[in-house]
């Protein structure tokens, strides 16, 4: 019989996990509150896909390069489909944020010798030239990265399912729970939308809303990201980043953002988050806010699943009630899990670069395939880590050490 999962949310998480299960083989019943794919987070107009290099070749820098590889893979195979998927490899600069970064920067080139087509260094006249804008200082080069508009990339992936995926759009879980080997989910009055032995939960925070899930240290950051009336040909048309970033015209209009702000639910556009974007925009481009159309500024919301260590979770749900916390530490790979329960979230602001090759971690780990990241990636973003004893206030203690992770937007 042909293998069958239940995927909560049609955004970047869940739409990629459809998607590589399907190409597996499985059938999937992919559920969304929403009319249609990538409407929540993953509803931006466009956002940025990048690798993040650093000195010591960190996790995150580890797991975003395999990520992007990967992404740029994915996005090509979509596009020689001729599904229906809009990005395009623009480049992206990103530049130093002070002198200090301009040398760290330039060291991480130096030490990782990445080929000239990946990354290279350029100095202020290069980057100005790049940009075509004066700019205040040089950075990194990525030729081959760009944007991507985030929601044509979840319609793709839905599209590529074809007859193996059964939508079901409008509708609400509000419960989960398993009886005789099979996971059901049901709406608010009770009544069950789908049936099926792998439940995925890619629902964003709203997956600690079930008992099961709720111990996930899952945090919602608020986003919101300018939308600029732009002729066509203007100035910048490549990705240009330093604390925010914005993006070419596309459709004549261009992105500028984002701001950042943990457990903000309000979802309707605020000035004051325009005026910041804009500030934004005239730290990476001097000058350039002054020069826009005073159209006025339209602009999007939208609300990043975080976790506390900024990195995602992708694998099984640990059975958390069952895990004694007096007794001896135990490693990852002996933890409890709540049977054919699966989650991937947690994208905070790396989703559109992260999300194809979670998809298929996911889809690996659910098949009992040898994944396709090392080990040690693969138990970094396993969502037990979260219930070793101690390891919430070591998390704590280290995202308090990382950047703004508005960087990243
Ligand atoms: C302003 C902003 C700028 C960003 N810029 C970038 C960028 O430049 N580069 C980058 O890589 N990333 C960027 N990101 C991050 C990226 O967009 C997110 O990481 C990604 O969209 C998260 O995808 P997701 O599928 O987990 O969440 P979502 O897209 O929010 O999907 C969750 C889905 O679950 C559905 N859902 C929730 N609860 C239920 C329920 N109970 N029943 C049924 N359905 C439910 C929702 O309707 C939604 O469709 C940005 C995000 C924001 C907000």
Known sequence: MRPHAIVVGAGLAGSSAAERLVARGWLVDLIDRAAAPGEGASGN????????????????????????????????????????????????????????????????????????????????????????????????????????????????????????????FGCQVAQIGQHGGLWSVCDAAGCVLAEAPVLVLANAVDARRFPVTAHLPLRSARGQVSHLAAGAGSPPQVVVCRLGYVTPAVDGVRCAGATFAVDDGEAGLRAADHAENLARLDFILPGYSKVLRPAGVGGRVGFRPLAPDRLPMIGPIAASAAIDRAGPALPLTRLPRVPGLFLINGFGARGIVWSALAGELLASLICGEPPPLADDLVQAVDPGRFVLPGRSRRSQRHAARLPDASTAD
């Open 45 to 168: 107009l466009l956002g940025v896909m990048r690798p993040l290099p650093s000195l010591d070749d960190n996790r995150l820098s580890r797991l975003t390069h395999a990520a992007f590889a990967f992404a740029l893979q994915h996005l090509a195979r979509l596009t020689a489909q001729n599904l229906p998927v809009r990005w395009e490899p623009s480049g992206v600069l990103h530049l130093a944020r002070d002198d200090a970064h301009l040398a760290t920067q330039q060291r991480v080139v130096e030490l990782r010798q990445p080929a000239a087509d990946a990354l290279r260094f350029v100095d202020r006249e290069e980057a100005s030239h790049l940009a075509g804008w004066p700019v205040a200082l040089g950075g990194w080069w990525f030729p081959r990265a760009g944007w991507v508009d985030p929601a044509s990339l979840c319609r793709a992936n839905v599209a590529r399912c074809g007859a193996a995926i059964r939508l079901h």
